[in-house]
Structure formats: structure tokens, C-alpha cells
């Protein structure tokens, strides 16, 4: 079992920066491929940027948010953060952590991952 719990949200203007942050409660973090997804409303949700390690190399973006969001992890921690730039409106939504355990690779589909955080808002202003 793994939980998370993400922090960091909160409203920023248009072109600001913000720092997401989840933590993992387990013993067995670093072979996770960790992901953020993200959910506006009305909308589904939808793949963010996902990082592997132990069994699974390097990190994948949504096309959205290339250049500017970077995914990173502290192992030693058990911390997997999101850093946001150049923030615009439609990056607004509900900003999911999530844990794929299965080690197949850096999945941007929802349903490779088995565990998943409360969520945090974002809120960017115009």
C-alpha cells in the first residue's frame, strides 16, 4: 500500500511559479514511476509529467507544459516535486500525485497507475 499525499497549491498570477510537492508513504519508493496528472472542471484528467529510477530511466511531459514545468524526486525522502513556471490560466485544475508500480515504463495513461494522492488546486489568475 502506498500513500500520498501532495502539497504545495495554492493561486498565483499569470506567469508566476509554484512548487508542487508529494510525499510517499512506503519503504519501497525508488522503484516507482512517479507521475502527476491534473483535472480542470469539467474536464478528465489528464497526464502531466511522469519520472521513473530504479528499473525505469528518465522523465516524460505532456506537451503543454514542456519548457515549462520539471518533474524531479528526492528518494532519500520519498518526495517527488513538480516545478511550475510561466504559469497561465490553463494550468488551473486539481493536481494529482500518482505511483505506478508496475516498472513497464513512463506511462502517461491513468489507468498504469495504481496509487493516487488527495490532489492540490492550482488556481493561475489572468
Known amino acids: 500500500q502506498v500513500q500520498l499525499v501532495e502539497s504545495g497549491g495554492g493561486l498565483v498570477q499569470a506567469g508566476g511559479s509554484l512548487r508542487l510537492s508529494c510525499a510517499a508513504s512506503t519503504r519501497t519508493f525508488s522503484p516507482y514511476t512517479m507521475g502527476w496528472f491534473r483535472q480542470a472542471p469539467g474536464k478528465e484528467r489528464e497526464f502531466v509529467a511522469t519520472i521513473g529510477w530504479t528499473y525505469v530511466i528518465g522523465t516524460r511531459y505532456a506537451d503543454s507544459v514542456k519548457g515549462r514545468f520539471t518533474i524531479s524526486r528526492d528518494n532519500a525522502r520519498n518526495t517527488v516535486l513538480l516545478q511550475m513556471n510561466s504559469l497561465e490560466p490553463e494550468d488551473t485544475a486539481v493536481y494529482y500525485c500518482?505511483?505506478?508500480?508496475?516498472?513497464?515504463?513512463?506511462?502517461?495513461?491513468?489507468?498504469?497507475?495504481?496509487?493516487w494522492g488527495q490532489g492540490t488546486q492550482v488556481t493561475v489568475s489572468s
Open positions: 500518482a505511483a505506478d508500480v508496475s516498472g513497464h515504463g513512463l506511462e502517461a495513461d491513468i489507468a498504469s497507475y495504481a496509487y
